[in-house]
């Protein structure tokens, strides 16, 4: 059946159009926890992938979406928060300022969860050296959410950008000791970066990247700041077995004959 629009109905056309956006929603991601439930923007398509470990280990990547206050429901955009445009996260070189404090962290003011419950998707973009985006270059992982809660009296820096410092994924070795898997993510220039604070009483949410593996293990953040460690729960996911045998061995090796340990790779590779 085919429909003429006469000129009468031309008035009409804005609420013709929201109508017929409303038949047909955006499909969108929910994530639904005891305490959290997420929209997210983005859908995982079929061929979603998991990220890859890169070398001996790979550089720590977890994109920021949400700082703001405590809440039990969230819409989360497709991209992360701003890298360096100003936001109401940004404080500039507020860390200079010598009448700003720095929350001092331990247990029991700051709380890390990995909520495997919010399964989520996140899409990666490539882009060529001129920093434009490489047509078609999409891809899309698999993620869970990882929410900080400052329960401290001071700001906590979390970024410089929009993915987190300070941050990296262990899992035990042989021994049974807890050991990075991950290097902290590190910037050649800090050009038109803006640091990036959870507020006392505010919360963040964030994304982690599932690993392409063949072995499933106990996993968990450490927080690394100003000196002391804050570390989130215990939650299972797959690693890479072959890589992490690789980078024992390379790490004994090191303290072994007192070698420096590999430099870390500064970005994820496609």
């Known amino acids: 059946m085919k429909y003429t629009i006469t000129a009468a109905c031309w008035p009409l056309l804005p609420l013709i159009l929201v109508v017929t956006a409303c038949q047909q929603p955006a499909p969108v991601t929910i994530g639904k926890s005891d305490s959290l439930t997420i929209i997210d923007s983005t859908t995982l398509p079929e061929d979603a992938e998991y990220h890859r470990f890169h070398e001996w280990r790979t550089t720590a990547y977890y994109p920021i979406y949400y700082i703001g206050q405590v809440t039990d429901s969230l819409f989360l955009g497709r991209e ?3 890298r360096s445009t100003y936001s109401e996260h940004d404080t500039g070189s507020v860390l200079d300022r010598a009448d700003i404090k720095i929350a001092v962290i331990d247990s029991t003011n700051v709380k890390i969860v990995v909520d495997t419950l919010l399964a989520l998707p996140h899409a990666y973009r490539y882009y060529d050296k001129y920093a434009k985006e490489v047509s078609d270059s999409t891809q899309y992982y ?5 929410l900080i809660y400052n329960y401290a009296k001071a700001p906590l820096y979390v970024a410089s950008f ?5 941050t990296v994924r262990q899992t035990k070795d042989s021994l049974g000791n807890w050991v990075d898997i991950e290097n902290q993510i590190s910037y050649w220039c800090g050009t038109g ?3 990036k604070f959870i ?3 505010q919360m963040l949410v964030a994304k982690a ?7 499933k293990v106990e ?6 700041y100003y000196g002391n460690d804050v570390y989130s729960n215990i939650y299972l996911d797959y690693i890479d077995n072959a890589k ?3 980078w024992q061995q390379i790490r004994e090796s090191a303290k072994k004959y007192d070698l420096p340990m590999p430099p870390p790779i500064q970005r994820p590779e496609r």
């Not at 929009?162 to 300070?166: A, F, G, Q, V």
Request: glycine share 6%; with cysteine; hydrophobic share 30%.
């Open 209 to 215: 990247l599932r690993k392409k593996g063949n072995l």
């Open 80 to 82: 992360p928060i701003p």
């Open 142 to 146: 698999e993620s869970f959410a990882v």
């Open 244 to 246: 992490i045998r690789e």
């Open 199 to 201: 507020q006392p009483g």
């Open 193 to 195: 970066s803006q640091a």
């Open 219 to 224: 996993c968990r953040l450490r927080f690394h």
């Open 162 to 166: 929009s993915e987190l410092r300070h």
